[in-house]
């Protein structure tokens, strides 16, 4: 008993994750998608992306370049992330 209550506690310590909106560009579930994951690892390369996502490179080739020429992601290296 003692045990849960300690669990309990430190529980409720712990702060809430906080999630970014997705901005309103994003209209398709597949961008969404790209751009959730993206924020969510801190980056990834465009080969990752197709791995994590099993979606086919083409497609998240085409995906990142929107999300580029909109200014919601940028490449660093061979990785996207999210623009600041």
């Known amino acids: ?5 300690v669990t309990m506690s430190s529980q409720k310590q712990r702060s809430e994750p906080r999630i970014e909106p997705i901005p309103d560009e994003l209209d398709s579930a597949q961008a969404k998608l790209v751009y959730l994951c993206l924020e969510a690892t801190g980056g990834a390369t465009a080969d990752d992306l197709g791995d994590l996502l099993a979606m086919k490179q ?5 995906l990142l370049n929107t999300l580029s020429s909109e200014d919601l992601i940028e490449r660093r290296g061979e990785e996207y992330v999210v623009a600041n």
Request: proline fraction near 0%; hydrophobic fraction near 60%.
């Open 1 to 5: 008993m003692g045990t849960a209550l």
């Open 58 to 62: 083409l497609s998240i080739l085409s």
